[in-house]
């Protein structure tokens, strides 16, 4: 990976430092931020490590720390078209195992929409999107020409929390990741539904990472607060929040089996995936054994296994399922 802050003549971006064939350090700047292995980018290493673990196909996408939407627009296109370049590349290469979704620079809508009309192009079927975009919301009409596209060009969008509020507040105890993120995504639900994106966009597959956050657990409260206070949340879309229930995908990467069941129930077994996080701390050791332990009817296991995720993305089982 170039070391974009020489490139670009600023810093701020992510580098890797590879000290071992099968380790490397991301670092920001002189900053560590985690430690990888060759399995975040080692094609093989990774059909390896699906194969012990029974997964079949995997849809890839990137670090989130790698969107760069804070940089300079035509910088982070630049970023975002390594990336692509090189997702596509694995998915073209190992197309019975991969399947891709790009990364846009979000700060600037012309280059996003170019940016994914490329990624249709080079046969990825969708992109991953952040829960805010420099803090801004993902309601507000300057992203509305990125959804459009994405409905005329049939692309799937993955929403993954990221630069995560109140970070610096509660640095310690890894809270932004086990408070915020769950947080982040609740805020992309109810930004998007306040703000009339799904009644403006009906077609665009949305997903939204970790079970949807905490969205399912305040969906009451959010409920009461458009029902008591409609000056303040129906300025912009006056249906209630709960009806959207369904017309949205969330990933099963929840850790819980009995809210997994309260998730199931409440968004409907049609529009759950299997999520996975592989392969980081906070995903699943096994991909899809919490799924499997809650001894769901076999029709509804294979929705949350694989069915629903093809139907996200558009795809025909028939394609992978030898």
């Given at each position: 990976?170039?070391?974009?802050?020489?490139?670009?003549?600023?810093?701020?971006?992510?580098?890797?430092?590879?000290?071992?064939?099968?380790?490397?350090?991301?670092?920001?700047?002189?900053?560590?931020?985690?430690?990888?292995?060759?399995?975040?980018?080692?094609?093989?290493?990774?059909?390896?490590?699906?194969?012990?673990?029974?997964?079949?196909?995997?849809?890839?996408?990137?670090?989130?720390?790698?969107?760069?939407?804070?940089?300079?627009?035509?910088?982070?296109?630049?970023?975002?078209?390594?990336?692509?370049?090189?997702?596509?590349?694995?998915?073209?290469?190992?197309?019975?195992?991969?399947?891709?979704?790009?990364?846009?620079?979000?700060?600037?809508?012309?280059?996003?929409?170019?940016?994914?009309?490329?990624?249709?192009?080079?046969?990825?079927?969708?992109?991953?999107?952040?829960?805010?975009?420099?803090?801004?919301?993902?309601?507000?009409?300057?992203?509305?020409?990125?959804?459009?596209?994405?409905?005329?060009?049939?692309?799937?969008?993955?929403?993954?929390?990221?630069?995560?509020?109140?970070?610096?507040?509660?640095?310690?105890?890894?809270?932004?990741?086990?408070?915020?993120?769950?947080?982040?995504?609740?805020?992309?639900?109810?930004?998007?539904?306040?703000?009339?994106?799904?009644?403006?966009?009906?077609?665009?597959?949305?997903?939204?990472?970790?079970?949807?956050?905490?969205?399912?657990?305040?969906?009451?409260?959010?409920?009461?607060?458009?029902?008591?206070?409609?000056?303040?949340?129906?300025?912009?879309?006056?249906?209630?929040?709960?009806?959207?229930?369904?017309?949205?995908?969330?990933?099963?990467?929840?850790?819980?089996?009995?809210?997994?069941?309260?998730v199931i129930d409440l968004i409907g077994e049609d529009k759950i995936c299997l999520g996975s996080d592989y392969p980081f701390p906070l995903g699943e050791d096994i991909p899809g054994q919490?799924?499997?332990?809650?001894?769901?009817?076999?029709?509804?296991?294979?929705?949350?296994?694989?069915?629903?995720?093809?139907?996200?993305?558009?795809?025909?089982?028939?394609?992978?399922?030898?």
């Amino acid at each position: 990976m170039p070391r974009w802050a020489d490139k670009f003549g600023y810093g701020g971006f992510i580098h890797l430092e590879h000290h071992k064939p099968c380790c490397a350090r991301m670092m920001k700047d002189d900053e560590f931020f985690r430690e990888i292995q060759d399995n975040c980018w080692d094609p093989v290493k990774r059909i390896h490590e699906c194969d012990h673990h029974g997964v079949g196909v995997q849809v890839l996408s990137t670090i989130p720390v790698m969107f760069s939407y804070w940089a300079k627009p035509q910088d982070a296109l630049d970023v975002s078209m390594f990336l692509n370049d090189h997702i596509a590349e694995i998915v073209k290469k190992y197309p019975d195992r991969f399947i891709g979704l790009g990364t846009i620079p979000m700060q600037s809508a012309e280059l996003a929409v170019k940016e994914m009309e490329r990624c249709k192009k080079l046969g990825l079927v969708g992109i991953e999107i952040g829960s805010n975009v420099n803090d801004i919301n993902l309601n507000e009409p300057q992203f509305f020409p990125i959804y459009a596209a994405a409905q005329e060009l049939d692309m799937a969008i993955f929403v993954h929390p990221w630069n995560m509020m109140g970070t610096k507040q509660m640095s310690k105890y890894w809270l932004p990741w086990l408070v915020g993120m769950p947080a982040e995504t609740n805020r992309a639900i109810c930004s998007m539904i306040f703000g009339g994106v799904f009644e403006k966009f009906p077609k665009v597959r949305f997903a939204f990472a970790h079970g949807g956050g905490s969205f399912p657990a305040n969906v009451g409260r959010i409920d009461r607060g458009f029902e008591v206070r409609p000056d303040l949340t129906a300025i912009d879309n006056q249906v209630k929040p709960s009806d959207y229930i369904g017309h949205f995908y969330v990933d099963s990467l929840i850790h819980d089996e009995r809210f997994l069941k309260y998730v199931i129930d409440l968004i409907g077994e049609d529009k759950i995936c299997l999520g996975s996080d592989y392969p980081f701390p906070l995903g699943e050791d096994i991909p899809g054994q919490e799924i499997q332990h809650m001894l769901l009817p076999k029709p509804i296991e294979d929705k949350l296994l694989y069915q629903n995720a093809l139907n996200w993305l558009k795809l025909d089982k028939s394609t992978f399922l030898k």
